[in-house]
């Protein structure tokens, strides 16, 4: 049982990132709050301070050290920090030396041990979490604080092999681990009952999920959760194309409540820069990954990326390639990077840099071509009756805000003498406007 002292003590948690980071916030919040701490929404209010970080980028790593420097003068205040998260792993003790007013440095491979470096910051000791990478554990919680009472996220599998070449995530989330497809399903039941309708699988690699138990693949492992009474949209992410294999994409197709989108990141459109970046595919095989969803029999998938423009050696045709791919693909979004060179990894070392300004031209070609072609996949939903999960409301606009099962935002109105729908209710929606990132319409009553 959670040994509460008194008076409380309160943290307060900012996290930077993605959604496994987010979710490991859920996870780490659940535990803090297991051991009698109280969760606050201000730094002022806070004892704890914990700020769980993102290295993808160096941009996303800065914020953090930005972040302890602004909170300094805090510390004499009796105010202890706590940096979590993939910079904490990768620059480990270093962030003592840089900030050291921080008493805690963990990364997320180490955080079933938090109770016990908690123990230790409250008897004045500095703590770490940062050798545990090579484990073979996950980091199981009964604590999770999900924030968000409909929709909620299930980790399936941790770290990452890959080792691409520009990519900082199998040094800072360690190697491969998943979990067991009993324990996922044991979760979205326990979701469900708890009034969970829409849960997204996550891992930074989900398509290389292999249950230690060997009982479920990780299409049969989705298939699984969609089947759970209760539930009525399933999503993952991320996937892989090397491992997207067609018996996803045919489980999608035939199981009513796996959502008709796919978050396929594609990096390049060119064969030899997707070579130099470690990715194990070729342009070809992608678009052939692409083709088996766009053959499917009872859905429409929607389908979006990852790119990243400038990476070493790029050349204009190069980059080209990737502008072809956007048309031959057809996304409807996509997510575009540039190219950003990260500690440790190979990419490092490459020559022929790009520099910042053509990165950035290349960025807004690419954001430019995007949009062009989302507005036109878009429009194509005018006159559509789709339906939403309610996520909120947009006052001033007078408008419901929901999300479609493809994962578009579909903004809508109630007719006059008609109850509003709830938030985490399903309901239909006919698209009257569209944007090239929205929809509009209006409820169908
Ligand atoms: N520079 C720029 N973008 C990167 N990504 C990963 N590493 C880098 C990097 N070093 C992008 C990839 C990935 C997404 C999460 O972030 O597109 O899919
Ligand atoms: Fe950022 Fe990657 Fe870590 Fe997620 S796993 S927080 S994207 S570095």
Known sequence: MAVVSSPQKTFFIETFGCQMNFHDSEKVVGTLISQGYRQVQTVDEADLIF?????????AEQKVFHRLADFKRLQQQGKQFAVIGCVAQQEGE??????PHVSLVAGSASYRNLPQ?????????RATGLDDRQTDETFETEFTARTNPHRGYITIIEGCDKFCAYCVVPYTRGK??????ESVLAEARRMADAGYTDIQLLGQNVNSYSDPLRKASFAELLTSV??????????????HPRHFSRDIVDAIDSVPTLCDHVHLPVQSGSSRVLSAMYREYTRELYLERISWMKAARNKTFSITTDVIVGFPGETEAEFEDTLTLLDEVGYDGVFSFKYSPRPNTPALEYADAISDEEK????????????EIQRARYAK?????MEVMVEGYNR???QVIGRTSQNKTLNFTVPPGHAEPAIGAYVNARVTVTFPNSLAGEMVV
């Open 360 to 371: 950035t031209r290349r960025l807004a070609v690419l954001n430019e071509k995007q949009r």
């Open 226 to 239: 969609g089947e759970v009474p209760g539930i009525r949209r399933v999503r993952f992410t991320t996937s």
């Open 51 to 59: 700020y769980n970080t993102c290295s993808i980028r160096d941009k």
């Open 94 to 99: 270093k962030i003592f030396e840089r900030a």
């Open 396 to 398: 001033p606009r007078g």
């Open 117 to 125: 470096m908690l123990i230790q910051i409250g008897q004045g000791q």
């Open 176 to 181: 491969e681990r998943s979990r067991t497809s």
């Open 381 to 385: 939903h005018l006159g559509d009756i």
